[in-house]
């Protein structure tokens, strides 16, 4: 019997731990979603709460076609898209992350114009090697430095970068849970995980001048 099975095994039984264990592992995740369909945190919290609902009255239709974490997420992007429908503000999920054709990855002004005498479009202001604490990337003040660019992302971003970089999502669960294509999650992954790295460097002052802008 597999993991999965044996949690819908528990939760059909009314096992109340099983399904606190659930809520405490996933709750974070759908709330960071659940935000890019509505317009406030109170709504998408509302929205959650719906999916939890949902989860306990479904659990007996459940066929295990998917995962059930894909399927919790599937009753959250149903339920955040109605709940969008009707405060008139809902948009397709995969829109959500700006003008992907658009979007620059990186800021055009890093970079020397393509008419530039000697090094056109190549690097102006470039990245550079940065220390890490000991203790590693993830710890004390860097930690709070991608937290916080992570929450600032556009919301398809930031639901795509949470689920695959922080949740450890492979890319074809979250194409699934978000009815994404997996052309589409790439370039949001991309773009997301770009402007979290201009984050890192601007905290560790991780850019410098290339070659002077005369030469």
């Known amino acids: 019997m597999t993991s999965d099975q044996h949690l819908i095994r528990s939760l059909k039984a009314g096992d109340e731990g099983?399904?606190?264990?659930?809520v405490d592992e996933y709750s974070s995740s759908l709330l960071g979603v659940a935000m890019g369909y509505v317009g406030s945190r109170a709504v998408a919290e509302e929205v959650v709460q719906e999916t939890w609902l949902g989860v306990i009255n479904g659990l007996d239709r459940?066929?295990?076609?998917?995962?059930l974490k894909t399927w919790i997420f599937k009753i959250l992007t149903n339920t955040a898209s109605t709940r969008?429908?009707?405060e008139r503000r809902i948009v397709p999920f995969s829109s959500l992350g700006?003008?992907?054709?658009?979007?620059?990855?990186?800021?055009?002004?890093?970079?020397f114009p393509p008419d530039?005498?000697?090094y056109p479009n190549h690097w102006s202001l470039g990245p550079t090697a940065w220390e890490t604490p000991e203790d590693g990337l993830l710890s004390g003040e860097t930690r709070d430095v991608i937290l916080k660019a992570i929450a600032e992302l556009p919301p398809s971003q930031r639901a795509v970068v949470t689920l695959r970089d922080v949740e450890g999502w492979p890319p074809e669960e979250v194409c699934d849970a978000l009815a994404l294509s997996e052309g589409?999650?790439?370039?949001l992954l991309h773009r997301g995980r770009s402007k979290i790295r201009l984050a890192l460097e601007g905290y560790f002052g991780a850019v410098?001048?290339?070659v002077p802008a005369g030469v």
Do not use: C, I, K, M
């Open 18 to 22: 099983a399904f606190a264990s659930l």
């Open 62 to 67: 459940f066929e295990g076609r998917s995962s």
């Open 116 to 118: 530039h005498s000697h």
């Open 84 to 86: 969008g429908q009707r």
């Open 184 to 187: 589409n999650q790439r370039v």
């Open 98 to 111: 700006g003008d992907q054709e658009a979007e620059e990855a990186v800021d055009p002004d890093r970079f």
């Open 208 to 210: 410098e001048e290339t």
